[in-house]
C-alpha cells in the first residue's frame, strides 16, 4: 500500500509570493489533515478535511487556505508569503476516527 | 480545546537502559492518545495508540505506553534502548468527531531522545 506522498519535497520561494502544496493520501483514506512543524512553535495544526469539506481549521491567518478534491486529494495554499511561513509543512491522511494519522514526508518551505 | 504537555525537552539516556518519555494532557471530552517519532529530515511515524480498553498499550520498536484517566497522562517507556532510537517523540491527542471521519491532532512540544554509548 502506498504510503501519503507529499510533492514538492523542497520548495524556494520570495516573500510576497504564493505557493500550491499537494498531498495524496493513503488510497481509501477520506481524512486528510495539514500540520505546520518550525522549530519555535513545533508542530501546529492547519486544518483538515473529510470528504471535501473542511471540519476543522487551525489558528493561523487566512493566507493559509486548502481543499480537498474528490479523489480525496488534498492540496494547501499559502499567498503573500512571509519569512515566518518557512517550515516543514506535513500532511497526514486517516481512516477514520482514533485510526491515527499516517504522515507524508512532509514538504519543507523555504521563504526568502 | 484540548491541550498536551510534554514535560522534558530533552532525555540523555544510556544505551540499554530504560527510559520513560512523560505526557500529560488536557480535555474535557474523551480522548485518542497518539505517541509518533520523527527521525531527522523525515516526517512523523505512529508507534502506538490510545482508544480504549487495556490502559497498558504496546506499540512498536519495543515502546509502551500507559493511559492514566485520574491523572491525564500517557507516558511512553521502553525498558531498553537502542542508539537507533535517537529522535523526536511526540504525545499527541485527538477528540472524537461525532460526524464520522477523524479530527486534527494537537501535539506536544515534543522530546529529543538522546541516547549516549
Known amino acids: 500500500k502506498a504510503g501519503v506522498t507529499q510533492t514538492p519535497r523542497y520548495l524556494i520561494k520570495t516573500r510576497g509570493q504564493q505557493v500550491t502544496l499537494s498531498c495524496s493520501p493513503i488510497?481509501?483514506?477520506?481524512?486528510v489533515s495539514w500540520y505546520q512543524q518550525t522549530p519555535g512553535q513545533g508542530l501546529q495544526f492547519l486544518f483538515e478535511?473529510?470528504?471535501?469539506?473542511?471540519?476543522n481549521k487551525g489558528n493561523f491567518p487566512g493566507r493559509f487556505s486548502g481543499r480537498q478534491f474528490s479523489n480525496s486529494r488534498s492540496e494547501m495554499n499559502v499567498s503573500t508569503l512571509e519569512l515566518g511561513d518557512s517550515a516543514l509543512y506535513l500532511c497526514?491522511?486517516?481512516?477514520?476516527?482514533?485510526?491515527?494519522?499516517?504522515f507524508g514526508s512532509g514538504t519543507r518551505l523555504t521563504v526568502v | 480545546a484540548q491541550s498536551v504537555t510534554q514535560l522534558d525537552s530533552q532525555v540523555p539516556v544510556f544505551e540499554e537502559a530504560p527510559v520513560e518519555l512523560r505526557c500529560n494532557y488536557s480535555?474535557?471530552?474523551?480522548?485518542?492518545l497518539f505517541w509518533y517519532v520523527q527521525y531527522p529530515n523525515q516526517g512523523l511515524q505512529l508507534l502506538l495508540k490510545?482508544?480504549?480498553?487495556?490502559?497498558l498499550v504496546k506499540g512498536i520498536n519495543g515502546f509502551e505506553a500507559e493511559f492514566n484517566k485520574s491523572q491525564t497522562s500517557f507516558h511512553l517507556r521502553k525498558p531498553s534502548v537502542h542508539i537507533s532510537d535517537t529522535a523526536e517523540y511526540f504525545c499527541a491527542v485527538s477528540e472524537p468527531y461525532s460526524g464520522g471521519g477523524a479530527d486534527g491532532l494537537t501535539f506536544g512540544k515534543g522530546t529529543h531522545l538522546i541516547i549516549q554509548p
Open positions: 497526514a491522511s486517516s481512516s477514520g476516527q482514533g485510526e491515527g494519522y499516517t
Open positions: 488510497s481509501g483514506h477520506r481524512s
Open positions: 490510545y482508544l480504549s480498553g487495556s490502559t
Open positions: 480535555s474535557s471530552v474523551s480522548v485518542y
Open positions: 478535511y473529510f470528504s471535501e469539506t473542511q471540519r
